[in-house]
């Protein structure tokens, strides 16, 4: 029995690298003897001392003490079995439970959970159905409410929408019965552990070395961008990308939701919202922290998303010395993301008359980025367009780079190019003074890029 323990000891170690053992789910055999072992353990170790020791002693410890119950209760199963059953007890007492093998899964993108009993995943940007599930709807709350109490919110009947984070720093969102018809639903947005770089963009074909260099030059010389895109289309991606060449001697201050974005520089401030306690009271907003943060001598502003009221304070930062900052919009077109920003700064209930409007707005942003994930499922840089001013009552833009469909190959791919228009933008000669040259040639529409 001592080699036996010694071998499963061993084993159980092993099989944290074995994927193919881990990642499947459990058969009806192994999920009683994983709910029998399960409760015996919960009755031998004192998991407040465990939450004490770090998630890596606190694996080993009850690894340890799940092989030993198994090893006493001697169930008919073979190696591999009992390997998955008390890796699934791991990930049960301290992870996601059947969430682990998929937040390991580097392909997963999004994971989202309909109901226990129902969990799909993306991949490559197409949705796909899972084996997995949880054992019952209690299951699946006790798992909510773990990550949400972790970062110090709460989700009950009375507040039955959330927004979270995992330790990656993934998004999470969480909604409930009785807003929920169907049980509680869980939807996950994969935190990139390996930060994307411009390099990566220009491999995976979303951008090319032309507009890279534009990009590059765009942030260096300080011009306030706006990020649009639909859900999913890459939006924080390109806005944790282009934050990489803001200069390492720049005080920067981050304002999000979620906190996801991962700047690399050394002077950086991050700011999150909090929601309403349970008597309604104590709620921080975005347009809390972005007027709070010019009290805080910035010199880059980051605001992760800009959703409300908070629209208002971004654009009269921007326009009050606070240039160079960045931020994401949710939008079909460039032209639909000015659109937005004006009915956000409508919310703050502040009446401007719509030329004064258009015009703080035209002044304020100088580039809108739009990104988009196309029907391939690709995620792509799909324009570039320069803010130039007024004509009348209409904010004129002008389309530096845009991408050329050119129709689909035998695989549904989508065949297409980024490519200039041919315009020359009125930024070329602000950032020449400023000593950023950008090569001509960049813009022009016959050059292979």
């Known amino acids: 029995m001592g080699s036996l323990a010694s071998a499963m000891k061993q084993s159980a170690l092993d099989s944290q690298t074995d994927e193919s053992n881990i990642s499947r789910p459990l058969t009806e055999q192994e999920k009683e003897w994983k709910q029998i072992i ?47 059953i008390v890796k699934s007890i791991e990930d049960e007492v301290l992870g996601l439970g059947p969430l682990e093998p998929l937040l390991a899964d580097k392909t997963v993108s999004d994971i989202l959970v309909n109901g226990y009993d129902k969990i799909f995943v993306e991949r490559r940007g197409k949705l796909e159905a899972t084996t997995l599930s949880f054992t019952s709807h209690s299951h699946l709350m006790n798992t909510i409410d773990r990550i949400v109490s972790a970062v110090g919110r709460r989700v009950d009947e009375s507040s039955p929408m959330v927004d979270a984070r995992l330790k990656d720093g993934s998004r999470v969102n969480a909604i409930i019965p009785p807003l929920a018809l169907d049980g509680a639903m869980l939807s996950i947005r994969r935190f990139a552990v ?48 282009l934050s990489g060449f803001i200069p390492a001697d720049e005080r920067i ?85 000015l659109g937005r920003v004006e009915n956000m700064v409508s919310m703050t209930g502040i009446t401007f008359p719509i030329k004064a409007m258009r015009t703080q707005i ?41 991408f050329d469909r050119q129709g689909v190959d035998e695989d549904r791919n989508i065949i ?22 950008i090569p001509i040639t960049l813009f022009d529409p016959d050059r292979h890029a």
Do not use: W
Request: glycine residues 8%.
């Open 38 to 84: 399960n409760d015996k353990l919960l009755s031998v170790l004192d998991l407040s001392l465990i939450e004490t020791i770090g998630d890596e002693n606190a694996r080993r410890e009850i690894r340890e003490a799940a092989i030993r119950l198994l090893n006493d209760e001697a169930p008919p199963l073979s190696l591999k079995q009992r390997q998955a």
């Open 194 to 241: 390996e930060r994307l770089t411009m390099e990566n963009l220009i491999e995976l074909g979303t951008v090319t070395p032309a507009v890279a260099e534009v990009l590059a030059a765009v942030v260096t010389g300080r011009l306030n961008v706006l990020i649009s895109g639909g859900t999913g289309a890459g939006k924080t991606t390109m806005l944790n990308i």
């Open 253 to 337: 201050l981050t304002i999000e939701d979620s906190a996801e974005l991962q700047l690399q520089q050394p002077h950086v401030v991050r700011l999150e919202t909090r929601p309403a306690n349970v008597e309604g009271k104590g709620a921080v907003t975005a347009r809390d922290l972005v007027k709070n943060s010019l009290r805080m001598r910035p010199e880059r502003i980051i605001v992760g998303e800009v959703r409300g009221g908070e629209a208002l304070d971004m654009l009269q930062a921007m326009n009050t010395g606070h240039d160079g900052s960045l931020t994401t919009i949710h939008a079909n077109t460039p032209r639909d993301a």
């Open 362 to 402: 035209a002044s304020a942003i100088d580039i809108v980025i739009q990104v988009a994930r196309l029907e391939d499922g690709r995620r792509r840089l799909v324009s570039i367009q320069e803010i130039n001013g007024m004509e009348g009552e209409i904010v004129t833009m002008s389309e530096l780079f845009r």
């Open 416 to 437: 297409g190019e980024l490519r200039p228009t041919g315009i020359i933008p009125a930024f070329h000669s602000t950032l020449a003074n400023k000593g950023i040259q």
